[in-house]
């Protein structure tokens, strides 16, 4: 019995050794995933960190450009609405000289006439009617 029990009393030794070596194994191999996990998650936060701030600096970069661009088309918008403005007051002074041309130029004839007309009132009674 003495036999039988020291054999059994083995194997549960043995079968205890055994599970504290696989337990250690066990324990290992978590911490090496657990650390696995850690550096892949770390990795994939700085990736999605640079990422986002390579996004960042596209949309400010985008952003700037459209600032300037529509600062350069207000800018394009502003001369041409000025040049337009100066043209038509350009115009506009130059039709207002053509009209007091043409005024004059009417009223000296309408005078030259007038002054004929009352010569030939004067010479000849006929052109009175």
């Known amino acids: 019995v ?14 205890r050794r055994e599970l504290e070596s696989r337990g250690s194994q066990f324990q290992r191999v978590a911490e090496e995933l657990r650390k696995e996990l850690e550096s892949r998650v770390t990795q994939a936060t700085a990736a999605s960190q640079r990422a986002s701030d390579e996004l960042r600096k596209e949309v400010e970069v985008r952003t700037d450009k459209a600032l300037v661009s529509s600062k350069k088309h207000t800018d394009e918008i502003h001369q041409l ?24 130029t009417v ?3 309408i005078a030259k006439n007038s002054l004929a007309l009352q010569h ?10």
């Open 2 to 15: 003495s036999h039988a029990q020291d054999a059994s009393q083995r194997s549960v030794d043995e079968l």
């Open 81 to 104: 609405r000025q040049e337009f403005e100066s043209k038509v007051t350009q115009s506009q002074n130059a039709a207002q000289q053509h009209a007091t041309q043409l005024r004059q």
């Open 107 to 109: 009223e000296g004839f």
């Open 120 to 129: 030939l009132q004067r010479d000849d009674p006929d052109v009175r009617s």
